[in-house]
């Protein structure tokens, strides 16, 4: 009897640890499927304002177009879409700065290869209105990663590259000029400062001679003085 009323306690218990893991695991279902609701409910709310934003550039409306896709990244700010468009809608403006940071942004968070080519193509193109053909060398480059065969990407491509090489000749040349423009700088400076040291040394023994030549009239003067007074003293003793 003891050993059976033991066995049924353990067995209780077993069903008692069941239950409560039905539960937990019932609990953290159901605050996903909330949390899920409520991520499913932003991103369409921020669809809401894309759709908006569309119907505004349509109309040639920017500023309202570009408030409702602020709102729309605000909202969801994991989503490359509004990122992308804004920032399509920002190189049309020839507003080149802002669209370059948008179209980083939606690389950043672009989840398919698709979407990635699109941001950084453009990102390259932002790169070559400034002429920072480097950084758009590199945009089109993983441009290329995610869609190898786009043809407009490759030509770009090899285009910011050309303009690389010779913007890299061109500050080359420029360096070398720089260079030799210090050089000559340099050179002119040491040949003034050689005139000035020579002038200096010329003026020197000049006042040199002229101090020697003071000193010896000075000298004869004086010689002319003592043999003057010579005469004199004799005949003052006589006259004693």
């Known amino acids: 009897m003891k050993s059976n009323k033991f066995k049924y306690k353990t067995h209780k218990l077993k069903l008692k640890k069941l239950f409560l ?14 949390v899920n609701s409520e991520k499913q409910k932003i991103v369409e709310e921020s669809k809401e304002f894309l759709s908006e934003a569309s119907y505004e550039m349509r109309n040639d409306n920017f500023p309202l177009a570009e408030a409702a896709y602020r709102e729309a990244i605000a909202l969801n700010p994991e989503g490359d879409t509004g990122k992308y468009n804004l920032g399509t809608v920002y190189y049309d403006e020839k507003m080149n700065e802002s669209a370059m940071l948008r179209f980083k942004q939606a690389a950043v968070v672009a989840d398919t290869k698709h979407d990635k080519h699109k941001a950084f193509h453009n990102l390259g193109n932002t790169f070559m209105n400034d002429k920072k053909y480097q950084e758009a060398v590199e945009s089109y480059k993983n441009a290329l990663r995610n869609n190898p065969k786009d043809e407009e990407t490759r030509y770009n491509y090899a285009l910011a590259k050309e303009l690389l090489d010779e913007q890299e000749k061109k500050a080359g040349s420029d360096n070398n000029k720089e260079d030799q423009e210090d050089k000559k700088d340099k050179e002119n400076k040491e040949n003034q400062d050689n005139d000035n040291n020579r002038k200096d040394g010329d003026d020197g023994d000049q006042k040199n001679q002229q101090d020697q030549g003071e000193q010896e009239q000075d000298k004869k003067e004086s010689n002319q003085n003592e043999d003057k007074g010579k005469p004199d003293e004799p005949k003052d003793k006589k006259q004693q």
Do not use: T
């Open 21 to 34: 893991f039905l539960v937990l695991n019932l609990g953290i279902s159901l605050a996903a499927q909330e």
